[in-house]
């Protein structure tokens, strides 16, 4: 596959010699160099795109459909292709990319129809013979800046809704996960009009031009909340529309009624996939102490035995990070915490006998909220775990962060349930079944998260402007007109 930018329907080494090395996460082997992005390789797919924006707004709903529906019957053909790249590239175990990259098609379809289900309404007129309507206009070029965690379901968590917008896009993938993007436009994008879908690979800077661009009123953003002031601070002179998720620090509640056993998978579930590099990831647990010792005793017994390894290997449960000074802030907020008086029960180390950016799932007790493992995102395999006295506490506890992306209850007492689902600040509430997304129900946070949405009707809308139109049909004088001294 080439490893080049994706420009107006062509590969293209694009206007800088140097390139960026794409590492596996699991054995550091370099799997391909890709070109670092200038500003003249941004304003290249970003003259493309806008010249491919006054076409592509005014193809039909029903062929922008097509098109997305064909993507993913592209992506579907190649999938076992693409996930065992996903892999190599990002790290995460294969049963974990499997179930991403069918995200990543179905979003495409779900997309296809939503976009030519509803363009906007008709409203009441102020008076006979007037007519009024709200429509749903695209912005035009959207850039889309996609992180490595989850890089191609993030993609088409963005691109999918702005290309059924009528938007055309410019993506920016990570630095250390673009080869999967970039084959997404070999083999499944190559049917859209040239400039409609552009790839401009690179670091920060590829990024910070794309921002900067005044041709892009849009920008999509997934990524730490440092990134996303840093956008918001260049966009904000431009009035760009910004669209971000920004990360979380999610609580995980146990109620009183739970039982240990089943609560303790549901936990290390959330708290663990992707080796907890997932924005909703659990990132604080909390527990009543009358069940604390038979949750943790159970929770230690699942994690301890969970087997670390190369996400191509059958049997991997947990996979690498994706490079070291993400595994260093992991290190970090553990001796933090030991430092203050928590303790470890399992984990809490790099394994010496693997390659890769490895490192051992960890739960911590003795935690309290002085400790960075519990403020600040940790976006690593750690279970700090806390004890409460009552459910008013626990909501408390679960609220004490400045983000507020997701939070998890286990309790089948429909009293706490619906006393968690109406007081905790989070833009998803998970009862019983963590981390389990819907096509039609919107993703997004509150609070320093960011505030955009992904996913349902309100993903769509987030890539569409609304306007007003007034129609007096009959085109008639208004007695209120000018001039005033003749009334």
């Not at 912005?139 to 993609?155: A, E, F, K, Q, R």
């Not at 009183?256 to 647990?285: F, H, K």
């Amino acid at each position: 596959m080439p490893h080049l930018h994706y420009i107006n329907g062509q590969f293209t080494s694009g206007h800088s010699a140097e390139t960026i090395p794409v590492e596996d996460p699991a054995t550091r082997e370099v799997l391909a160099h890709v070109p670092k992005g200038t500003a003249a390789d941004v304003n290249a797919a970003v003259e493309a795109a806008k010249a491919a924006f006054e076409r592509w707004k005014r193809i039909s709903a029903s062929e922008k459909a097509e098109m997305l529906h064909e993507a993913s019957r592209k992506m579907r053909a190649h999938a076992e292709a693409i996930v065992t790249l996903l892999t190599r590239e990002q790290g995460k175990p294969k049963p974990e990319n499997e179930e991403e990259v069918v995200w990543t098609y179905t979003t495409f379809d779900y997309y296809a129809e939503l976009g030519r289900h509803l363009r906007g309404r008709v409203i009441p007129s102020t008076e006979d013979g007037v007519l009024n309507f709200v429509i749903k206009e695209p912005y035009g070029v959207c850039g889309c800046i996609v992180p490595w965690n989850y890089p191609l379901l993030l993609l088409a968590w963005k691109v999918a809704p702005a290309l059924a917008a009528g938007n055309t896009v410019v993506i920016k993938p990570s630095e250390l996960t673009p080869l999967t993007a970039l084959h997404l436009c070999e083999i499944a994008f190559d049917h859209f009009p040239p400039g409609v879908i552009n790839v401009v690979t690179g670091d920060g800077s590829t990024g910070e031009a794309l921002v900067r661009h005044p041709d892009v009123p849009m920008i999509a953003f997934t990524g730490s909340l440092s990134t996303g002031q840093q956008i918001a601070s260049i966009a904000a002179p431009m009035m760009k529309k910004l669209h971000f998720e920004l990360g979380g620090k999610d609580a995980f509640v146990i109620a009183d009624d739970a039982d240990p056993e089943l609560a303790a998978r549901a936990v290390a579930y959330a708290g663990l996939i992707n080796a907890g590099q997932v924005c909703t990831s659990t990132e604080r647990i909390y527990v009543p102490k009358p069940l604390a010792s038979h949750f943790i005793e159970n929770l230690v017994d699942l994690v301890s035995s969970l087997r670390l390894g190369n996400g191509m290997d059958e049997g991997t449960d947990i996979g690498p990070m994706i490079g070291d000074p993400y595994r260093q802030k992991v290190v970090h907020h553990i001796q933090d915490a030991v430092q203050r008086g928590a303790q470890v029960l399992t984990g809490g180390r790099i394994p010496t006998h693997l390659k890769g950016y490895f490192h051992e799932p960890t739960v911590l007790v003795n935690v309290n909220h002085t400790m960075l493992v519990m403020t600040e995102e940790t976006f690593g395999p750690v279970l700090p775990i806390m004890t409460y006295e009552s459910f008013d506490e626990a909501i408390q506890l679960a609220n004490d962060s400045i983000y507020g992306l997701g939070a998890c209850l286990y309790s089948s007492d429909a009293k706490k349930v619906r006393r968690f689902f109406e007081d905790v600040k989070a833009g998803t509430i998970w009862i019983n079944d963590p981390l389990t997304d819907n096509y039609a129900g919107p993703f997004g946070g509150m609070k320093y998260t960011g505030g955009g949405r992904e996913l349902g009707e309100e993903g769509l809308e987030e890539f569409r402007e609304t306007k007003h139109v007034h129609w007096d049909i009959e085109a008639r004088p208004k007695p209120w007109w000018l001039p005033y001294h003749q009334l």
